[in-house]
């Protein structure tokens, strides 16, 4: 009697434990959206426009990011004297970039598809991750330039996933790290993101982000929330 009671406190403890990472993991993103400014403040934001300067290789790149939730998001950028544009959608992408020599849009691969519909959800992946068929998992916590962080894996429902490091004072996304398919191989691509603010309406962004291995980094300084994007401008346009 005495080892089915050992027994049954083990296997109650451990459920204990299993819920109550659970909790933590839903506990950490409610803490995440109210930093955000709310549920309802997170789901009125459905369009943006970033405009800012991307740094690689030793170049500053003028940059414009135009999102409409959901619908597509089209990136802009000038570099030695050509106008380039990349746009993906929820089902389709394309691309016309002169500095490549391409002299007319052409499509993006499956991959890049997939893969950008990450930046059509202007909620983020974290908010209301289980109605968007996500499963969320705490895996601790670690140190990140002596900031400490909460370490979330949110996997897809096509399997694929990303690790979410939120800043544990602050409840912000200080990184992401997510494995791509880039040119046949598999790399680890690292995304952190710091200098947050708020719009005049309330809408929090971070100013700075940087990508690994690539040594990409983006600075936002004009972002207007909720202005006029017309679906247009997500149209590959027609051959001549």
């Known amino acids: 009697m005495r080892t089915l009671r050992a027994l049954t406190l083990t296997l109650a403890l451990a459920g204990a434990v299993v819920s109550s990472q659970a909790q933590t993991a839903d506990e950490v993103v409610s803490k995440h959206v109210a930093a955000l400014g709310g549920a309802d403040k997170v789901t009125s934001l459905q369009t943006q426009i970033m405009e800012g300067t991307m740094s690689i290789q030793g170049m500053d790149i003028p940059l414009k990011v135009s999102t409409k939730h959901k619908k597509g998001v089209r990136v802009e950028f000038e570099i030695m004297g050509t106008n380039n544009v990349t746009v993906m959608t929820p089902t389709s992408g394309w691309m016309f970039m002169p500095i490549q020599q391409q002299t007319?849009?052409?499509d993006a691969d499956e991959a890049a598809v997939k893969e950008g519909a990450i930046d059509l959800d202007l909620t983020g992946e974290l908010f209301d991750y289980k109605n968007k068929g996500f499963k969320l998992e705490m895996n601790g916590k670690e140190t990140l330039n002596g900031e400490e962080l909460y370490k979330l894996k949110l996997t897809r429902a096509d399997g694929s996933s990303s690790d979410y490091y939120l800043d544990a004072n602050t409840y912000y996304i200080s990184k992401r790290v997510t494995k791509k398919a880039v040119q046949g191989q598999e790399i680890e691509v690292v995304e952190t993101f710091t200098n947050y603010k708020k719009t005049p309406e309330?809408?929090?962004?971070?100013?700075?982000?940087?990508?690994?291995?690539?040594?990409?980094?983006?600075?936002?300084?004009?972002?207007?929330?909720?202005?006029?994007?017309?679906?247009?401008?997500?149209?590959?346009?027609?051959?001549?």
């Open 104 to 106: 007319a849009p052409v």
């Open 202 to 240: 309330g809408y929090v962004y971070a100013e700075t982000s940087e990508q690994q291995p690539m040594g990409m980094k983006m600075s936002f300084s004009k972002v207007q929330s909720n202005p006029a994007v017309d679906d247009k401008i997500f149209e590959k346009p027609a051959q001549p």
